[in-house]
């Protein structure tokens, strides 16, 4: 089964998130339960130092009963599970707990451990050592604290009990306090904690799936749909770019990825066209120029004849007219399929240019156009077979004068393509202009805007020789403005076999 891609990204990130929360979660947990016992550690030890201060007049003259009194009322209070009080050797002398007195403890167990550690009693212990968490006979979780009762000059001079002045400890506070209220705040803290962590998985689940939608998804889905498109080989698909982003980065990319197919594929069916009509045309020619040439050697005989006979004569002129027509018709079918592939020279192209201008002034003169050149001066030497660039200026220069009427304007420059390794022929002309739908054809084979004038040949012929040359030709022609024909040439390398090396 297929995973979108944005689903596993919100199932990343999702994981993601709830381990980082769940960690975040179990230290905060722990951290406040580690707050609470230090708490509720330094309460107790504060109980146990009242307590030690509440009792010890009644210890320096020895009244048991207000002792055991205070222990027993004390111990009765909520959260207090047991008040013990030990003598030096071990043995319980007061305490909270019925039938407890006069029992011994085991120094080694829980509550002595930490100050007879070291096989003698330790005067000092800081709190978190002194105390100590356990499970009760009940199961419930009890915090135990021991403070050292300290020998003081009072204990050593009292009349009643009097203690050696070299002893140090003389007994220990035990005091046990219920962590149960402690446990029901960690309780209530863990399920707030533990919604507080769903609903911010939750939240950011919602906000990566938004986010992931709108960011990824979206623009995923358009280019699928795009790319589907251009399969079914529609190549004027294109991808509107919204964002700066590596997706806007693929969408422009699709963008000029489907302009380019398109291009190739307009040339690709231009070159078939081409070389289709290009073996029509080669036929064509060969069956019609014998039989040509002979209804022209034939007029024209009849002719001479028919000096005498103006009516002859005037209808034979025109079969010699029109036949003369066909003949360069047929010329055209010849050149147009004897194309053969660029024979690359070191060329001047400016020169090229002048060379195309020298063969139709005399056209120009009469049609009374008017031509400039504008030549660009450092121009580097182009590998090109320069006839063949000749033949195209020479066919965009007739079709311009063509296109303009009397006192009409053409203007010829050649330069530099901006950031391009390449060279760039201009033609531009002030004629009547192409119509929008009449440009996707012009280069095509015996397709013409002259109407009977034209063969629909010079273009589709010049198309051939650029291509053959690896440049490019492109129109931009307005109804009543004119038309901008620009041929682009690549700086190209000279044969070899031109320059005379192997």
């Given at each position: 089964m297929r995973t979108r891609i944005g689903t596993q990204l919100i199932v990343g990130a999702g994981a993601v998130s709830a381990l980082?929360?769940?960690?975040?979660?179990?230290?905060?947990?722990?951290?406040?339960?580690?707050?609470?016992?230090?708490?509720?550690?330094?309460?107790a030890d504060q109980l146990s130092e009242t307590i030690k201060s509440a009792t010890l007049h009644d210890m320096l003259e020895n009244r048991r009963d207000n002792i055991d009194r205070q222990v027993d009322t004390i111990?009765?209070?909520?959260?207090?599970?047991?008040?013990?009080?030990?003598?030096?050797?071990?043995?319980?002398?007061?305490?909270?707990?019925?039938?407890?007195?006069?029992?011994?403890?085991?120094?080694?167990?829980?509550?002595?451990?930490?100050?007879?550690?070291?096989?003698?009693?330790?005067?000092?212990?800081?709190?978190?050592?002194?105390?100590?968490v356990f499970r009760a006979s009940d199961g419930q979780a009890v915090l135990g604290i021991i403070n050292p009762i300290h020998n003081q000059a009072s204990c050593v001079s009292a009349e009643c009990h009097a203690h050696r002045a070299e002893d140090t400890v003389l007994g220990i506070l035990d005091l046990s306090m219920s962590l149960t209220e402690v446990d029901r705040g960690i309780a209530l803290s863990q399920r707030r904690i533990a919604l507080a962590a769903l609903l911010t998985v939750g939240l950011s689940g919602l906000i990566l799936w938004w986010l992931n939608r709108r960011l990824v998804v979206r623009p995923v889905a358009v280019l699928a749909a795009a790319t589907r498109r251009v399969a079914d080989g529609d190549l004027t698909t294109r991808i509107p770019v919204s964002s700066g982003d590596e997706l806007g980065a693929l969408a422009r990319a699709f963008n000029e990825m489907t302009g380019r197919l398109a291009e190739d594929q307009r040339q690709l069916t231009q070159a078939e066209k081409l070389a289709s009509v290009g073996r029509l045309?080669?036929?064509?020619?060969?069956?019609?120029?014998?039989?040509?040439?002979?209804?022209?050697?034939?007029?024209?005989?009849?002719?001479?004849?028919?000096?005498?006979?103006?009516?002859?004569?005037?209808?034979?002129?025109?079969?010699?007219?029109?036949?003369?027509?066909?003949?360069?018709?047929?010329?055209?079918?010849?050149?147009?399929?004897?194309?053969?592939?660029?024979?690359?020279?070191?060329?001047?192209?400016?020169?090229?240019?002048?060379?195309?201008?020298?063969?139709?002034?005399?056209q120009l003169a009469l049609d009374r156009v008017?031509?400039?050149?504008?030549?660009?001066?450092?121009?580097?030497?182009?590998?090109?077979?320069?006839?063949?660039?000749?033949?195209?200026?020479?066919?965009?220069?007739?079709?311009?004068?063509?296109?303009?009427?009397?006192?009409?304007?053409?203007?010829?420059?050649?330069?530099?393509?901006?950031?391009?390794?390449?060279?760039?022929?201009?033609?531009?002309?002030?004629?009547?202009?192409?119509?929008?739908?009449?440009?996707?054809?012009?280069?095509?084979?015996?397709?013409?805007?002259?109407?009977?004038?034209?063969?629909?040949?010079?273009?589709?012929?010049?198309?051939?020789?650029?291509?053959?040359?690896?440049?490019?030709?492109?129109?931009?022609?307005?109804?009543?403005?004119?038309?901008?024909?620009?041929?682009?040439?690549?700086?190209?390398?000279?044969?070899?076999?031109?320059?005379?090396?192997?």
């Amino acid at each position: 089964m297929r995973t979108r891609i944005g689903t596993q990204l919100i199932v990343g990130a999702g994981a993601v998130s709830a381990l980082t929360v769940g960690a975040l979660s179990l230290w905060l947990l722990r951290t406040h339960r580690t707050a609470l016992l230090a708490e509720l550690q330094r309460s107790a030890d504060q109980l146990s130092e009242t307590i030690k201060s509440a009792t010890l007049h009644d210890m320096l003259e020895n009244r048991r009963d207000n002792i055991d009194r205070q222990v027993d009322t004390i111990g009765r209070q909520q959260g207090i599970v047991a008040v013990r009080i030990y003598n030096k050797e071990g043995r319980i002398v007061f305490s909270s707990v019925k039938g407890e007195k006069g029992q011994a403890v085991d120094k080694r167990a829980e509550a002595c451990y930490a100050c007879h550690a070291e096989g003698r009693p330790l005067t000092r212990l800081p709190i978190p050592e002194r105390a100590r968490v356990f499970r009760a006979s009940d199961g419930q979780a009890v915090l135990g604290i021991i403070n050292p009762i300290h020998n003081q000059a009072s204990c050593v001079s009292a009349e009643c009990h009097a203690h050696r002045a070299e002893d140090t400890v003389l007994g220990i506070l035990d005091l046990s306090m219920s962590l149960t209220e402690v446990d029901r705040g960690i309780a209530l803290s863990q399920r707030r904690i533990a919604l507080a962590a769903l609903l911010t998985v939750g939240l950011s689940g919602l906000i990566l799936w938004w986010l992931n939608r709108r960011l990824v998804v979206r623009p995923v889905a358009v280019l699928a749909a795009a790319t589907r498109r251009v399969a079914d080989g529609d190549l004027t698909t294109r991808i509107p770019v919204s964002s700066g982003d590596e997706l806007g980065a693929l969408a422009r990319a699709f963008n000029e990825m489907t302009g380019r197919l398109a291009e190739d594929q307009r040339q690709l069916t231009q070159a078939e066209k081409l070389a289709s009509v290009g073996r029509l045309a080669a036929g064509v020619a060969h069956e019609i120029n014998n039989p040509l040439t002979g209804v022209l050697s034939y007029s024209s005989l009849l002719l001479k004849r028919a000096q005498n006979d103006p009516d002859l004569r005037s209808d034979l002129e025109v079969i010699v007219r029109e036949t003369k027509r066909c003949r360069e018709i047929v010329k055209g079918l010849l050149n147009f399929a004897r194309q053969s592939p660029p024979h690359r020279q070191p060329t001047d192209l400016n020169e090229v240019v002048r060379l195309a201008v020298a063969i139709v002034t005399n056209q120009l003169a009469l049609d009374r156009v008017s031509l400039s050149l504008d030549l660009a001066l450092d121009l580097p030497q182009l590998a090109a077979d320069a006839n063949q660039l000749q033949q195209v200026v020479v066919n965009l220069l007739v079709n311009a004068a063509d296109a303009v009427e009397a006192s009409g304007t053409i203007r010829v420059l050649t330069r530099r393509a901006a950031g391009q390794d390449a060279i760039e022929i201009i033609v531009e002309d002030s004629g009547r202009g192409i119509a929008a739908e009449q440009l996707p054809h012009i280069f095509e084979p015996f397709f013409s805007t002259k109407g009977p004038r034209g063969t629909g040949l010079g273009l589709a012929v010049s198309w051939g020789i650029v291509q053959g040359h690896g440049g490019t030709i492109h129109v931009v022609s307005r109804i009543g403005e004119g038309s901008r024909f620009t041929v682009r040439l690549p700086l190209g390398k000279p044969d070899q076999r031109a320059s005379g090396t192997q």
